[in-house]
């Protein structure tokens, strides 16, 4: 045993002795240049190995087992300084190429901004651009804010600005480069760049001057020279119709093979040979000709050619050395072209008549079409349009003319608009003009790309539409407002309008109308209140019938005593409203009037029929007594005391003014029954009045009243019953004599007009007061107004019937305290009125 420890003993000290000496080598080699960290992992180690080495040789036993562990943490000591050596190693490489890098920057950004310069750079999804460099090169002094650069509307002239403004979006939106010559408005001459870099944006501003800008001219205008003769060159090769250059002295310079085709030849080579011609002798006189005067030479022209006759365009110039030429088949095109033309020229004179502005827009947005209604709408100079402006254009020329819709960010706005560029459906909008106006705006892509545009002026639409709306609002109101229950039925028979007065006559559910019930549903509500089937069935005759659509009035008389009159009025539009008003309470008033009308009326006829016969049997022993008056006033008779004779002319007076009474009842009751005839003929004015007068020649004598007689010369005849003209006469003057104070006038007039005559009767009695004025021409109405006058009250009444059962008419004319006038008209042509009357 003890020789098995002292044996591990002696490898521990070989080991330990082993691992100090790798240790100093390692700390000679890296020490000096190692970090911290190393320096102090170099100590640790140190350390725990001489502590090994001090241990007491006795504990040798116990650390044999600790050795494993040891060798695994030497090892593992070593592999971590060598890590951190290597980490060292980097992260000096690193620092190192830092510094070189940024060297590097600084050489690069010191060669970029050698000279005033501006770069303007927007990152990949990044609105917020980063600007840096000379600000000063575009912006006036004391505005050399940064963010300004880009309102290149301060620093250049509107156009440029626009174009500018054109070439950034194209640049941020699809990566388009561009490269332009600007002038500011400080007069500076700068060159605008734009590329698309690692996902960025750059656009670069630098002012031009002296040999740089014709450098850069001159260089651009050789690379473009270059691309140009490759291009061409390809292109003349390459190209499917003919094309040649000649030398001045007429021979082939150069031909394609679409040449060498259409002339028949084998190979190009074969043509230039052989210098064979396209054109015929007289079309290349023409040509050489036309080259000859003028610079360049066109024309369509027929060419033989594979055997068949077809149509060519030529185009031929003068080219320094020679001519060249160009010779396009044109066959088909110019077929296409006259057809197309006119169907071209038929819809553009169709589009033209029409009220709503069109716009066609391509796939690159340029106007390709527009009719006149599109330029009146928005006032564009027609050279403006014809020139085929992109949409852009157009919108940013009527922004600028404050002709559309103002908008907080133009931008945003114009980009949604142009995506009817890639939408399927067509989309229909309305713009609020500034000047008031309102415009539907109809987007509808086109299959082949482009959108076209449809303008309609709607202003007026809206305004009837709002005017329309209101008018059915008011007419909604108006509706359920009324008194009246009214409800609209369609075509269909269904209920399309009610108002509220309809559900509450019938006692219905609002609720249960709304649903559009049909009109055999809404009788089936009714029926407990109405149910007469013959009413119904016109009732739904109206609503649901075809022909015959006329109003059909109704009256309706329910099972609760209401009474409805209803009334069906067929409406334009096809449908049909019905009106129920509530009439009971009128019904019941008129129903009383009528009973009470016919009670009157009853009394009336009784009254009528008692006087007419108390007047027959009056009359008879009233004949009977002024026969024997007449008897006993005949001196065949005997003498009469003078008493005796007083009292018998006081009875004959009495009976006669008995019997006129009689005989004017008899007459108006007469006249009332309708069993009064005229006995029609020639009236003698003159005379006439003359035998009305005389009834009355006493009465004026004894009252001492003046009559005075004015006849128009101008009458002669007339056609009339003369007896009764006399009676109207007479009961006139009476009447007058009646009412005339002692000592005064009474006037009688007679004169004529075109067709009638006219006799007036005036007096200077009391007159008539306002309230009894109607009431004069009424049976047995008689009022005294402070007068002598006592009568009956039938004079008046007996004149208007004369006068009316004649066709004329009377009026009164009366002033309190002054007097009286009666006026009657009588027709001339009888004739006339009685084919009227019949």
Request: charged share 25%; glycine share 6%.
């Amino acid at each position: 045993m003890s020789g098995v420890v002292g044996r591990m003993r002696r490898s521990l000290l070989s080991c330990t002795s082993i691992v100090r000496g790798g240790l100093a080598a390692l700390s000679a080699s890296i020490l000096p240049g190692a970090t911290p960290a190393l320096a102090a992992d170099h100590t640790l180690l140190h350390n725990t190995l001489s502590i090994f080495t001090d241990i007491n040789r006795q504990e040798l036993a116990a650390l044999i087992t600790a050795t494993a562990v040891l060798g695994f943490s030497v090892v593992a000591a070593i592999l971590l300084m060598r890590t951190r050596i290597r980490a060292a190693r980097i992260e000096t490489k690193l620092r190192s190429d830092n510094q070189a890098l940024q060297l590097e920057a600084d050489r690069f950004r010191a060669l970029l901004f050698a000279e005033p310069q501006i770069l303007i750079s927007w990152a990949a999804g990044d609105d917020r651009p980063d600007i840096s460099g000379d600000v000063a090169l575009v912006l006036p002094q004391g505005f050399e804010q940064p963010q300004r650069v880009l309102a290149f509307g301060s620093w250049l002239p509107p156009e440029q600005a626009l174009e500018m403004d054109h070439a950034v979006d194209a640049l941020r939106e699809t990566g388009e480069s561009f490269q332009l010559n600007l002038i500011t408005v400080t007069g500076r001459t700068i060159e605008a760049m734009g590329r698309a870099i690692g996902g960025q944006a750059i656009v670069r501003i630098r002012e031009l001057s002296g040999v740089r800008m014709e450098l850069a001219e001159l260089g651009i205008r050789f690379n473009h020279l270059q691309e140009e003769t490759g291009a061409l060159r390809a292109f003349a090769g390459a190209a499917p119709f003919p094309l040649w250059a000649r030398r001045s002295n007429g021979t082939l310079s150069y031909a394609n093979a679409a040449y060498a085709q259409a002339a028949d030849a084998t190979s190009v080579a074969d043509v230039i040979d052989r210098n064979l011609e396209l054109l015929d002798s007289e079309d290349r006189e023409i040509m050489a000709r036309t080259l000859a005067e003028k610079n360049g030479f066109g024309a369509r022209v027929p060419i033989v050619t594979g055997g068949q006759r077809r149509i060519f365009d030529i185009q031929a110039l003068n080219i320094p050395g020679g001519q060249a030429g160009i010779a396009i088949d044109a066959t088909e095109a110019a077929q296409l072209r006259a057809a197309l033309h006119q169907m071209a020229e038929a819809h553009r004179r169709m589009l033209d008549q029409l009220s709503s502005g069109v716009a066609v827009f391509d796939a690159q947005r340029r106007l390709t079409f527009y009719n006149d209604s599109y330029r009146r709408l928005w006032d564009l100079d027609r050279t403006f349009l014809d020139n085929n402006p992109d949409d852009s254009s157009v919108l940013d020329r009527l922004r600028v003319a404050r002709k559309i819709p103002e908008q907080a960010d133009f931008r945003a706005w114009k980009n949604k608009l142009f995506e009817a560029y890639r939408a399927i459906e067509p989309a229909k909008d309305t713009w609020y003009l500034p000047d008031g106006r309102a415009l539907s705006v109809v987007t509808t892509p086109n299959p082949e790309g482009g959108v076209t545009y449809l303008f309609d002026d709607v202003t007026e639409s809206l305004k009837l539409a709002r005017q329309n709306d209101g008018l059915m609002r008011v007419q909604r109101e108006t509706l359920d407002n009324l008194a009246e229950a009214v409800a609209v039925f369609g075509s269909n028979g269904r209920a399309q309008l009610f108002n509220p007065p309809f559900a509450r006559m019938w006692k219905l559910s609002p609720d249960a109308l709304a649903q559009q019930p049909h009109i055999e549903t809404i009788e089936q509500w009714c029926r407990p209140l109405f149910d007469d089937e013959a009413t119904w069935q016109t009732l739904r005759a109206a609503i649901t019938g075809i022909d015959n659509r006329n109003s059909v009035p109704l009256k309706i008389e329910r099972k609760d005593g209401s009474v409805l009159d209803c009334m069906t009025m067929p409406l334009p539009d096809g449908a049909t409203m019905l009106t129920f008003q509530d009439v009971t309470d009128t019904v019941n008033v008129e129903r009383a009037l009528r009973e009470r009308n016919e009670a009157l009326e009853t009394a009336d006829q009784m009254k009528i029929d008692f006087v007419h016969h108390v007047s027959y049997e009056l009359r008879s022993p009233l004949t009977t007594i002024i026969g024997f008056a007449h008897f006993l006033s005949d001196p065949t008779t005997g003498p009469l005391t003078f008493k005796q004779s007083e009292y018998l002319s006081y009875i004959t007076s009495s009976t006669n003014a008995l019997l006129a009474i009689i005989n004017n009842i008899l007459d108006l009751a007469t006249i009332d029954a309708g069993a009064m005839s005229l006995n029609l003929g020639p009236v003698d004015v003159k005379k006439t009045v003359t035998e009305a007068t005389a009834g009355i020649q006493d009465r004026l004598a004894t009252e001492h009243i003046r009559l005075d007689v004015d006849i128009d010369p101008a009458i002669h005849n007339f056609i009339a019953d003369e007896r009764r003209i006399v009676q109207v006469l007479y009961n006139l003057l009476a009447n007058a004599v009646g009412f005339s104070p002692a000592n005064s006038a009474i006037k009688l007039r007679a004169r004529t007009t075109n067709s009638s005559v006219v006799f007036s009767v005036s007096d200077s009695g009391p007159g008539i007061p306002e309230g009894v004025k109607d009431k004069v021409f009424d049976w047995f109405e008689s009022h005294a107004n402070g007068s002598r006058h006592r009568g009956a009250g039938l004079g008046l009444s007996l004149v208007r019937s004369f006068v009316e059962l004649h066709g004329g008419g009377v009026h009164v004319d009366s002033i309190v305290g002054k007097g009286t006038t009666v006026t009657c008209e009588f027709p001339i042509d009888q004739t006339a009125h009685r084919n009227a009357a019949e």
